[in-house]
Protein backbone atom coordinates (compact mmCIF):
# COMPACT_ATOMS: atom_id res chain seq x y z
CA UNK A 1 0.00 0.00 0.00
CA UNK A 2 1.34 3.35 -0.89
CA UNK A 3 0.14 5.65 2.16
CA UNK A 4 0.08 8.70 0.03
CA UNK A 5 -2.65 7.44 -2.30
CA UNK A 6 -5.04 7.11 0.65
CA UNK A 7 -6.67 10.27 2.00
CA UNK A 8 -7.21 9.77 5.83
CA UNK A 9 -7.92 12.33 7.95
CA UNK A 10 -9.19 10.57 11.09
CA UNK A 11 -11.83 13.43 13.16
CA UNK A 12 -11.23 16.84 14.11
CA UNK A 13 -8.72 18.10 16.30
CA UNK A 14 -11.17 19.44 18.67
CA UNK A 15 -14.84 18.65 17.30
CA UNK A 16 -18.44 18.55 18.68
CA UNK A 17 -18.68 14.81 19.97
CA UNK A 18 -16.05 15.67 22.56
CA UNK A 19 -18.26 18.15 24.27
CA UNK A 20 -21.74 16.69 23.19
CA UNK A 21 -20.02 13.86 24.94
CA UNK A 22 -19.60 16.02 28.29
CA UNK A 23 -22.74 17.65 28.11
CA UNK A 24 -24.70 13.97 28.36
CA UNK A 25 -22.47 12.40 30.96
CA UNK A 26 -19.27 13.59 32.20
CA UNK A 27 -17.80 10.44 33.76
CA UNK A 28 -18.07 8.88 30.03
CA UNK A 29 -16.46 11.89 28.36
CA UNK A 30 -13.45 11.18 31.19
CA UNK A 31 -13.65 7.46 30.30
CA UNK A 32 -13.59 7.90 26.92
CA UNK A 33 -10.33 10.06 27.04
CA UNK A 34 -8.48 7.71 29.15
CA UNK A 35 -10.12 4.43 27.65
CA UNK A 36 -9.81 2.56 23.84
CA UNK A 37 -13.48 1.48 22.83
CA UNK A 38 -13.98 -1.29 20.29
CA UNK A 39 -14.67 -0.34 16.88
CA UNK A 40 -18.34 -1.38 16.45
CA UNK A 41 -20.12 -2.38 12.73
CA UNK A 42 -21.50 1.26 12.35
CA UNK A 43 -18.46 3.19 13.02
CA UNK A 44 -16.26 0.43 10.45
CA UNK A 45 -18.70 1.01 8.11
CA UNK A 46 -19.58 4.84 8.47
CA UNK A 47 -15.35 4.92 7.93
CA UNK A 48 -14.93 3.23 4.89
CA UNK A 49 -17.89 4.94 3.41
CA UNK A 50 -16.20 8.19 4.31
CA UNK A 51 -13.22 7.13 2.53
CA UNK A 52 -14.54 5.91 -0.64
CA UNK A 53 -16.79 9.07 -1.13
CA UNK A 54 -13.54 11.28 0.09
CA UNK A 55 -11.52 9.70 -2.95
CA UNK A 56 -14.64 9.98 -5.11
CA UNK A 57 -14.95 14.05 -4.67
CA UNK A 58 -11.18 14.33 -4.65
CA UNK A 59 -10.86 12.94 -8.03
CA UNK A 60 -13.84 14.75 -8.58
CA UNK A 61 -12.22 18.03 -8.10
CA UNK A 62 -8.85 17.23 -9.61
CA UNK A 63 -8.70 14.01 -12.00
CA UNK A 64 -4.93 14.11 -12.29
CA UNK A 65 -4.64 14.25 -8.18
CA UNK A 66 -2.11 10.59 -7.38
CA UNK A 67 -5.26 8.80 -5.30
CA UNK A 68 -6.68 5.65 -4.98
CA UNK A 69 -9.96 5.00 -6.70
CA UNK A 70 -13.02 4.63 -4.39
CA UNK A 71 -12.93 1.35 -4.05
CA UNK A 72 -9.67 0.59 -3.52
CA UNK A 73 -8.97 3.08 -1.27
CA UNK A 74 -12.01 1.33 0.74
CA UNK A 75 -9.52 -1.82 0.88
CA UNK A 76 -6.84 -0.17 1.46
CA UNK A 77 -7.89 1.35 4.74
CA UNK A 78 -9.81 -1.51 5.76
CA UNK A 79 -6.17 -3.23 5.45
CA UNK A 80 -4.39 -0.96 7.40
CA UNK A 81 -7.24 -0.68 9.93
CA UNK A 82 -7.19 -4.35 10.45
CA UNK A 83 -2.94 -4.18 10.77
CA UNK A 84 -3.49 -1.71 13.84
CA UNK A 85 -6.09 -3.27 15.11
CA UNK A 86 -7.38 -6.68 14.07
CA UNK A 87 -10.97 -6.93 13.87
CA UNK A 88 -12.43 -8.92 10.76
CA UNK A 89 -14.91 -6.21 9.98
CA UNK A 90 -12.81 -4.27 8.26
CA UNK A 91 -12.89 -6.63 5.86
CA UNK A 92 -16.16 -7.95 5.33
CA UNK A 93 -17.52 -4.31 5.03
CA UNK A 94 -14.88 -3.30 2.59
CA UNK A 95 -16.14 -6.62 0.63
CA UNK A 96 -20.09 -5.41 1.17
CA UNK A 97 -19.15 -1.84 0.05
CA UNK A 98 -17.78 -2.95 -3.79
CA UNK A 99 -20.17 -1.42 -5.71
CA UNK A 100 -21.15 1.37 -3.50
CA UNK A 101 -19.39 3.72 -5.35
CA UNK A 102 -20.71 3.15 -8.88
CA UNK A 103 -24.67 3.03 -7.86
CA UNK A 104 -23.53 6.01 -5.86
CA UNK A 105 -22.02 7.43 -8.88
CA UNK A 106 -25.26 6.09 -11.45
CA UNK A 107 -27.82 7.89 -8.66
CA UNK A 108 -26.58 11.66 -8.28
CA UNK A 109 -24.70 12.02 -11.99
CA UNK A 110 -27.27 14.14 -13.60
CA UNK A 111 -26.80 16.46 -10.14
CA UNK A 112 -23.37 17.29 -9.77
CA UNK A 113 -23.00 19.30 -12.38
CA UNK A 114 -24.41 22.00 -11.02
CA UNK A 115 -22.01 22.00 -8.40
CA UNK A 116 -18.42 23.24 -8.04
CA UNK A 117 -16.41 21.41 -5.56
CA UNK A 118 -14.47 23.35 -3.15
CA UNK A 119 -12.81 21.17 -0.34
CA UNK A 120 -12.94 17.60 0.48
CA UNK A 121 -12.39 16.77 3.96
CA UNK A 122 -11.62 19.86 5.21
CA UNK A 123 -10.59 21.05 8.71
CA UNK A 124 -12.22 24.39 9.75
CA UNK A 125 -11.96 25.69 13.12
CA UNK A 126 -11.99 29.42 15.43
CA UNK A 127 -10.54 29.90 18.76
CA UNK A 128 -12.92 31.15 20.97
CA UNK A 129 -12.00 33.87 23.80
CA UNK A 130 -13.45 33.24 27.30
CA UNK A 131 -12.20 36.62 29.00
CA UNK A 132 -13.89 35.79 32.13
CA UNK A 133 -11.51 32.43 32.67
CA UNK A 134 -8.91 34.85 30.77
CA UNK A 135 -7.89 31.72 28.18
CA UNK A 136 -9.54 30.62 24.64
CA UNK A 137 -10.20 27.26 23.43
CA UNK A 138 -9.80 25.87 19.84
CA UNK A 139 -13.44 24.35 17.88
CA UNK A 140 -12.37 22.26 15.22
CA UNK A 141 -14.97 20.17 12.59
CA UNK A 142 -14.36 18.21 9.81
CA UNK A 143 -16.30 18.83 6.62
CA UNK A 144 -16.81 16.13 4.55
CA UNK A 145 -17.38 18.08 1.68
CA UNK A 146 -17.85 21.73 0.69
CA UNK A 147 -19.74 22.59 -2.70
CA UNK A 148 -20.60 25.87 -4.04
CA UNK A 149 -23.62 25.91 -6.25
CA UNK A 150 -23.02 27.35 -9.61
CA UNK A 151 -26.56 28.64 -10.05
CA UNK A 152 -26.61 30.34 -6.59
CA UNK A 153 -23.08 31.15 -6.13
CA UNK A 154 -23.61 29.90 -2.23
CA UNK A 155 -21.94 27.35 -0.28
CA UNK A 156 -22.55 24.53 1.13
CA UNK A 157 -21.09 22.27 3.96
CA UNK A 158 -22.36 18.35 2.69
CA UNK A 159 -22.19 15.84 5.32
CA UNK A 160 -22.43 12.41 4.75
CA UNK A 161 -24.39 9.89 6.34
CA UNK A 162 -24.34 6.16 6.76
CA UNK A 163 -27.21 4.15 8.45
CA UNK A 164 -28.74 0.61 8.34
CA UNK A 165 -32.20 2.79 7.92
CA UNK A 166 -32.65 6.12 7.73
CA UNK A 167 -36.76 7.37 7.91
CA UNK A 168 -37.82 10.20 5.29
CA UNK A 169 -37.92 12.19 8.21
CA UNK A 170 -34.29 12.04 9.37
CA UNK A 171 -33.45 15.12 8.42
CA UNK A 172 -35.10 16.90 11.46
CA UNK A 173 -33.21 14.71 13.86
CA UNK A 174 -30.09 15.95 12.81
CA UNK A 175 -30.89 19.62 12.48
CA UNK A 176 -30.81 20.72 16.01
CA UNK A 177 -27.59 18.34 16.69
CA UNK A 178 -24.59 20.63 17.49
CA UNK A 179 -22.46 18.90 14.77
CA UNK A 180 -25.24 20.43 12.37
CA UNK A 181 -25.35 23.45 14.40
CA UNK A 182 -21.79 23.60 14.41
CA UNK A 183 -21.38 23.68 10.97
CA UNK A 184 -23.91 26.09 10.47
CA UNK A 185 -21.66 28.52 12.98
CA UNK A 186 -19.12 27.91 10.89
CA UNK A 187 -20.43 28.29 7.47
CA UNK A 188 -21.82 31.80 8.40
CA UNK A 189 -18.55 32.87 9.83
CA UNK A 190 -16.20 31.65 7.30
CA UNK A 191 -18.34 33.17 4.28
CA UNK A 192 -21.57 34.91 5.89
CA UNK A 193 -24.38 35.50 3.57
CA UNK A 194 -22.71 33.30 0.57
CA UNK A 195 -23.34 30.43 3.24
CA UNK A 196 -26.51 28.31 1.62
CA UNK A 197 -26.40 26.05 4.40
CA UNK A 198 -26.10 22.36 5.20
CA UNK A 199 -27.00 19.40 3.45
CA UNK A 200 -27.33 15.85 4.62
CA UNK A 201 -26.02 13.19 2.52
CA UNK A 202 -27.74 10.09 3.34
CA UNK A 203 -26.60 6.65 2.59
CA UNK A 204 -28.44 3.90 3.76
CA UNK A 205 -26.51 0.35 3.76
CA UNK A 206 -27.87 -2.78 4.06
CA UNK A 207 -26.62 -4.98 6.99
CA UNK A 208 -23.82 -7.22 6.26
CA UNK A 209 -26.51 -10.04 5.84
CA UNK A 210 -28.51 -8.21 3.39
CA UNK A 211 -27.56 -7.77 -1.01
CA UNK A 212 -26.35 -4.24 -0.92
CA UNK A 213 -28.56 -2.54 -2.65
CA UNK A 214 -28.40 1.12 -1.45
CA UNK A 215 -30.83 3.74 -0.98
CA UNK A 216 -29.02 7.44 -1.51
CA UNK A 217 -31.11 10.75 -0.47
CA UNK A 218 -29.77 14.27 0.02
CA UNK A 219 -32.09 16.50 2.33
CA UNK A 220 -31.20 20.22 2.85
CA UNK A 221 -31.04 20.62 6.84
CA UNK A 222 -33.76 23.36 8.13
CA UNK A 223 -32.11 26.43 9.36
CA UNK A 224 -31.54 26.78 12.84
CA UNK A 225 -30.48 30.54 13.27
CA UNK A 226 -31.40 30.70 17.53
CA UNK A 227 -29.24 27.82 17.77
CA UNK A 228 -26.35 28.91 15.99
CA UNK A 229 -26.49 32.44 17.28
CA UNK A 230 -26.14 30.72 20.98
CA UNK A 231 -23.85 27.61 19.59
CA UNK A 232 -20.53 29.56 21.20
CA UNK A 233 -22.50 30.10 24.45
CA UNK A 234 -23.26 26.33 24.43
CA UNK A 235 -19.28 25.22 23.57
CA UNK A 236 -18.01 27.93 26.12
CA UNK A 237 -20.46 26.36 29.02
CA UNK A 238 -18.68 22.80 28.07
CA UNK A 239 -14.88 23.71 27.89
CA UNK A 240 -15.54 25.57 31.00
CA UNK A 241 -17.40 22.48 32.80
CA UNK A 242 -14.62 20.34 31.73
CA UNK A 243 -11.65 22.20 33.19
CA UNK A 244 -13.63 22.96 36.55
CA UNK A 245 -13.55 18.74 36.91
CA UNK A 246 -10.21 18.60 35.75
CA UNK A 247 -9.03 20.81 38.50
CA UNK A 248 -11.96 19.11 41.44
CA UNK A 249 -11.72 15.38 40.52
CA UNK A 250 -8.21 15.02 38.29
CA UNK A 251 -7.68 13.80 35.01
CA UNK A 252 -5.05 11.04 34.76
CA UNK A 253 -7.38 7.73 33.74
CA UNK A 254 -6.86 6.36 37.39
CA UNK A 255 -9.78 9.40 38.26
CA UNK A 256 -11.76 9.56 34.90
CA UNK A 257 -13.99 6.78 36.61
CA UNK A 258 -14.49 9.28 39.96
CA UNK A 259 -16.00 11.79 37.27
CA UNK A 260 -19.32 12.73 37.85
CA UNK A 261 -21.97 9.99 35.84
CA UNK A 262 -25.34 10.94 35.07
CA UNK A 263 -27.70 7.53 34.77
CA UNK A 264 -30.08 7.56 32.43
CA UNK A 265 -32.81 5.80 31.55
CA UNK A 266 -32.43 5.76 28.00
CA UNK A 267 -29.26 7.61 26.33
CA UNK A 268 -26.39 8.54 27.71
CA UNK A 269 -26.48 5.15 29.25
CA UNK A 270 -28.62 3.01 26.79
CA UNK A 271 -28.84 3.38 23.16
CA UNK A 272 -29.28 4.40 20.38
CA UNK A 273 -26.92 2.06 18.91
CA UNK A 274 -25.36 -0.09 21.78
CA UNK A 275 -25.22 0.41 25.29
CA UNK A 276 -22.37 3.00 26.81
CA UNK A 277 -19.24 1.02 26.52
CA UNK A 278 -18.48 1.72 30.50
CA UNK A 279 -21.92 0.41 31.58
CA UNK A 280 -20.72 -2.24 34.01
CA UNK A 281 -17.92 0.20 35.08
CA UNK A 282 -20.74 2.28 36.45
CA UNK A 283 -23.19 -0.95 37.15
CA UNK A 284 -20.80 -2.45 39.78
CA UNK A 285 -20.63 -6.07 40.81
S1 LIG B 1 -23.01 4.05 31.94
FE1 LIG B 1 -24.16 5.97 32.00
S2 LIG B 1 -23.42 7.01 33.84
FE2 LIG B 1 -21.89 5.44 33.32
S3 LIG B 1 -20.40 6.49 32.02
FE3 LIG B 1 -21.90 5.55 30.68
S4 LIG B 1 -23.37 7.15 30.29
FE4 LIG B 1 -22.23 7.78 32.11
Redesign the pocket.
Known sequence: MNKDRLIFSGPSRAGWHRLDTFL??P??YA?NQSHQSDMGEALVRGILVHQGLAHYYALQKDPTAELYDPRRAMHEVAYWMNEEKPNDLWQKWADHLETMPDQYALKWAGQENSWEIVGVEEEMGVRIQDPAYDTSYIYTQRADLVIRHKHTGLYHIVDHKTAGYAPPQVHRRYSMSGQFVGYSWLGKLKWGKEFGGVILNVIQVPTLHKDPTYIFARPALEPTPRAVQDFKNTILHAERGIAKLRLDVGHESTDAANWP????EGP??LGPYAP?P??E??RGS
Open positions: RCRRMAVYGPCCFRHC
